[in-house]
């Protein structure tokens, strides 16, 4: 049985973040791996597993401890730009179950335990700016998590977050999609950006960011991309 990843957070966690996209370009899919979506990267959890596994493979192999998920994509407004949004649960699942088989692997060989972040990215549309509704918004994200959760993460990440409204929707749908999986043991991590003002993309600084999402029930919160604060 794999140790809780909130205790291990208290001690020390290395955690890959970053390249997952440009490492799946360099392995260069065909259009036929893309299924015609071309720039998809969550169709290769399904069609090319090998080249999603492989990136997973190459961090653990340098020694981080956590990987997350190819499933930047898998919410409402990403999925949508190529039709695909019935696929979202699909996807998700398939993400995290590919990462879940890599850190098995790597855990196997040596017994030093490696644990799978499922990412849950922004998407293209603000509910604050009206692009999406926060309801439709909501249940997407309790699928993308339920995905995560079956498919074998230890942790939810909801990250890259530029609008309060669109971090709250898809924590409050986390929250649901572990309950209602029965794993609210699992952590739930929050990533909002910074702007070089030291403010989100609509002007939140981060302690509104922190009194909005706080008392939603989050385990840790940080900072990821954009270009700030110094």
Not at 116 to 132: A, E, I
Request: proline share 4%.
């Amino acid at each position: 049985m794999r140790p809780s990843l909130r205790d291990e957070f208290a001690t020390r966690v290395v955690v890959a973040d970053g390249a997952m996209g440009t490492m799946l370009q360099d392995a260069d899919p065909t259009m036929d791996d893309f299924l015609g979506l071309e720039g998809c990267n969550e169709i290769l959890n399904v069609t090319r597993p090998d080249i999603v596994r492989s990136v997973h493979d190459a961090y653990f192999a340098v020694g981080v401890d956590c990987v997350e998920t190819n499933t930047f994509g898998t919410n409402l407004a990403a999925l949508a730009e190529y039709g695909v949004e019935e696929r979202l649960y699909e996807l998700a699942e398939a993400g995290a179950r590919v990462a879940r088989a890599s850190a098995d692997a790597f855990t196997a060989r040596d017994g030093r335990h490696r644990w799978v972040l499922g990412s849950m990215g922004p998407g293209t549309k603000l509910p604050t700016l009206g692009h999406v509704g926060y309801e439709p918004l909501r249940e997407a994200y309790q699928q993308n998590a339920e995905g995560l959760i079956h498919g074998g993460a230890d942790a939810l990440l909801v990250e890259t977050s530029q609008d309060l409204l669109q971090t709250k929707a898809a924590v409050i749908g986390a929250r649901r999609a572990l309950d209602w999986c029965g794993r609210s043991d699992l952590p739930l991590i929050v990533q909002v950006t910074v702007e070089a003002n030291g403010a989100m993309l609509l002007g939140s600084e981060i302690g509104a960011a922190l009194t909005a999402l706080e008392p939603l029930g989050i385990d840790m919160i940080g900072l990821n991309c954009a270009t700030g604060p110094a």
